[in-house]
């Protein structure tokens, strides 16, 4: 069964920091580029970061570098997002996703999602 489970989400003060990760099972972790997005209350979903597979390049939202790290652990099937000097603007639904595209086509997988609120 293919499983995408973040954790890490909680409460915290405006200028705190978080690490969210997002533990993968039931595919070749190594083998997916994985992207970060959040989603505001009445707000559409916003990609936050990604780093691709092979060469670990990573890509952030302007609202976010500076402020925001990913990383992979391949050997752990894990992904992490650091993030600094949280905003109230940071707060919003967490979810990881993976991706894969090859000439057959592309496989992409969803997280549930970890709620970050962070108060003023």
């Known amino acids: 069964e293919v499983q995408l489970v973040e954790a890490g989400g909680g409460l915290v003060q405006a200028g705190g920091s978080l690490r969210l990760s997002c533990t993968a099972s039931?595919?070749?972790?190594?083998?997916?580029?994985i992207g970060w997005f959040r989603q505001a209350p009445g707000k559409e979903r916003e990609g936050v970061s990604c780093i691709s597979n092979g060469d670990g390049t990573t890509t952030y939202a302007d609202s976010v570098k500076e402020r925001f790290v990913t990383s992979t652990d391949n050997a752990e099937s894990t992904a992490y997002l650091q993030m600094n000097s949280l905003k109230p603007e940071d707060t919003a639904v967490y979810l990881c996703n993976a991706v894969q595209s090859s000439w057959s086509g592309i496989r992409k997988y969803w997280g549930q999602g970890t709620q970050v609120t962070v108060s003023s």
């Open positions: 039931g595919f070749a972790f190594g083998d997916y580029a």
